[in-house]
Structures are given as C-alpha cells and as structure tokens.
T-cell receptor, first 115, second 116 residues
Framework: AQSVAQPEDQVKVAEGNPLTVKCTYSVSGNPYLFWYVQYPNRGLQFLLK??????LVKGSYGFEAEFNKSQTSFHLKKPSALVSDSALYFCAVRPFSGSARQLTFGSGTQLTVLP | EAEVAQSPRYKITEKSQAVAFWCDPI?????LYWYRQILGQGPELLVQFQDESVVDDSQLPKDRFSAERLKGVDSTLKIQPAELGDSAMYLC??????????????FGPGTRLTVL
C-alpha cells in the first residue's frame, strides 16, 4: 500500500528566508506526486505536481518541489517566504499505473512565516 | 475561474439524525471524489465516481453512509444516522480524469460537520 510521510508537524521561518517542507513517499512503481495548501476552514488548493521529466517542478505562488527518486522524496521549497504563505501543506502520492490509483495524503505540515 | 461548489458550508446536527451534503464539480470533470478530513489529519477518500458509476467505495462505511451521482454531474453524500465520530470536514473534489496526466484534483471549500 502507498503512504506519505511528512516528518514535521510544524515549520517556522522568518519572512524573506527560504523555506522547505519535507515529504517522503512509498508507492509501487512510478509515482504521481502532488502538493496542496489549505487555509483555515477552506478546501485544498493545488500547488504543483510531478509526473515525469524534470526533477524540479515549478508551481503556483513561487513554490517549487524537487523529486528525488533514490531518496523517495518530494520536498516543497520557496526561495523567499511570505507571511501570506502561512498555511497547512499536504503532500500526496498515487501510483502511475495499476488498479489502486487512490490519492494518499500525508498528515500535513503547518507552515508559519514570521514577520 | 471554475470552482467546485459545496453546500452547506457548516452543519450542526444531533447524533442519530440524518445529514446530506451536496457537491457540484467543475464543468466537464468526469471524476468526482468525496473525502473526509478529521482535524489534524490529511483527507481520506470515501468514494470516487467516474461519471455516474462508483469506481471506489472501499473506505465508505456503507452501513450509514451513501453517495450518489445520478446524472453524472452533481453528487450527494448522506449520513444516516450520524454519530459523534462523524464530526469532520467533508471535502468534494473533481478532476478531468483519474488516469493519465490530467488527474490533479480540485477541491471545494468543504462542509464542516459537527455532531452533538
């Protein structure tokens, strides 16, 4: 069965500093990988996805993520954090093929950007 | 920009009552998903539709939960009877497809259910 681990419940960074939110995954075969963001009492917003190709994926609001197959990681990054980036971030994975293509989410990482 | 619509946004009910949630996906999206998100956790899939057919309902507690998408467009999720442990955010999502490259899911704002 597939799984996602977000090892940090909380990440705090100062505004203007780079940020990283970590994600590792386990899946049979090749993965589709996703990052979503959730603001309080709102649904999830799609940020970016990895399918194949370049290991560095660029997404919305200046976010990017780096796929590392050997480390089975898909860390979310941003060069310069904004206070408005403060939110709950979810990593998700689904297998590229096969009958069980359910999207599995991690438990989330609360990002706080301090002014 | 097209969005997934859900109603109501908030629902408070007493245990043993029936509740229903409605979802209207983005126009043209064939695949519709219902998720349950317990506070502090990631969403968990309850049921997935492809057009009007159920693709996956393996995690749906079928003794009390039901879902339908009769005309392959909007969908209703029902709980009867509600239990205290059902308190959660219920999220609807849609995607163009569930295979291939265009499979990112777009989420609605959710319905926050509180069972007293």
């Amino acid at each position: 069965a597939q799984s996602v681990a977000q090892p940090e419940d909380q990440v705090k960074v100062a505004e203007g500093n780079p940020l990283t939110v970590k994600c590792t995954y386990s899946v049979s075969g090749n993965p589709y990988l996703f990052w979503y963001v959730q603001y309080p009492n709102r649904g999830l917003q799609f940020l970016l996805k990895y399918i194949t190709g370049d290991n560095l994926v660029k997404g919305s609001y200046g976010f990017e993520a780096e796929f590392n197959k050997s480390q089975t990681s898909f860390h979310l990054k941003k060069p310069s954090a904004l206070v408005s980036d403060s939110a709950l971030y979810f990593c998700a994975v689904r297998p590229f093929s096969g009958s069980a293509r359910q999207l599995t989410f991690g438990s989330g990482t609360q990002l706080t950007v301090l002014p | 920009e097209a969005e997934v619509a859900q109603s109501p946004r908030y629902k408070i009910t007493e245990k043993s009552q029936a509740v229903a949630f409605w979802c209207d996906p983005i126009s043209g999206h064939a695949t519709l998903y219902w998720y349950r998100q317990i506070l502090g956790q990631g969403p968990e899939l309850l049921v997935q539709f492809q057009d009007e057919s159920v693709v996956d309902d393996s995690q749906l507690p079928k003794d009390r939960f039901s879902a339908e998408r009769l005309k392959g467009v909007d969908s209703t999720l029902k709980i009867q009877p509600a239990e205290l442990g059902d308190s959660a955010m219920y999220l609807c999502a849609s995607s163009l497809a569930w295979t291939g490259r265009n499979n990112e899911q777009f989420f609605g704002p959710g319905t926050r259910l509180t069972v007293l």
